[in-house]
T-cell receptor, first 116, second 111 residues
Framework: DAGVIQSPRHEVTEMGQEVTLRCKLI?????LFWYRQTMMRGLELLIY????????DSGMPEDRFSAKMPNASFSTLKIQPSEPRDSAVYFC??????????????FGNGTRLTVT | SQQGEEDPQALSIQEGENATMNCSYK?????LQWYRQNSGRGLVHLIL?????REKHSGRLRVTLDTSKKSSSLLITASRAADTASYFC???????????FGAGTRLFVKA
């Protein structure tokens, strides 16, 4: 089991550029979560999917952020245009939970984004 | 917005001592989970306790849940230097999916 795989591990970009973060879920998992972690705000849930369908995107900070699941095993988080305040570590996590059943999340090692 | 709030924010103990971290939350939950994060890494799941359970053990970990007070505690017994990390509680709501993390407790275990 390769675990949740995120790429890139580090991304440095200039303000105004488009940034795409990628995540490969664990095979067989059907829920996908995107989080952002900063010292000031801690771990913020941005959006989560179940069976490829976005369930709750209320944590997405602005329209500049978008997330997709083009298939059951892959997700992207896009920021366009990026701003310095978007600098953070972005995590994706997957789980095998179904409706009403709790299940642990499996995290990737994150993408550290720096916007200058 | 964060669901859980941990205290203390930071804890420094000697190897061999017990470490206790607390978590409070605001809304009804399906379960509460504890995670650990080492510096520069993703979070790792430690233990899950369901809303109808009061206590759970896993190795040196003991978790309690008091739904009437909306609080949980994580006890790590006989701590080791390798336990140095940040510990987070997370709640999953009764709908099952939404998983919200608290601010975390930074634990430092001195050898």
């Amino acid at each position: 089991d390769a675990g949740v795989i995120q790429s890139p591990r580090h991304e440095v970009t200039e303000m105004g550029q488009e940034v795409t973060l990628r995540c490969k879920l664990i095979s067989g998992h059907n829920s996908l979560f995107w989080y952002r972690q900063t010292m000031m705000r801690g771990l913020e849930l941005l959006i989560y999917f179940n069976n490829n369908v976005p369930i709750d995107d209320s944590g997405m900070p602005e329209d500049r952020f978008s997330a997709k699941m083009p298939n059951a095993s892959f997700s992207t988080l896009k920021i366009q245009p990026s701003e310095p305040r978007d600098s953070a570590v972005y995590f994706c996590a997957s789980s095998s939970g179904g409706q009403g059943f709790g299940s642990p999340l499996h995290f990737g090692n994150g993408t550290r984004l720096t916007v200058t | 917005s964060q669901q859980g709030e941990e205290d203390p924010q930071a804890l420094s103990i000697q190897e061999g001592e017990n470490a206790t971290m607390n978590c409070s939350y605001k809304t009804s939950i399906n379960n509460l989970q504890w995670y650990r994060q080492n510096s520069g890494r993703g979070l790792v799941h430690l233990i899950l306790i369901r809303s109808n359970e009061r206590e759970k053990h896993s190795g040196r970990l003991r978790v309690t849940l008091d739904t009437s007070k909306k609080s949980s505690s994580l006890l790590i017994t006989a701590s080791r230097a390798a336990d140095t990390a940040s510990y987070f509680c997370a709640t999953q709501n009764t709908g099952g999916f939404k998983t919200i993390f608290g601010a975390g407790t930074r634990l430092f275990v001195k050898a």
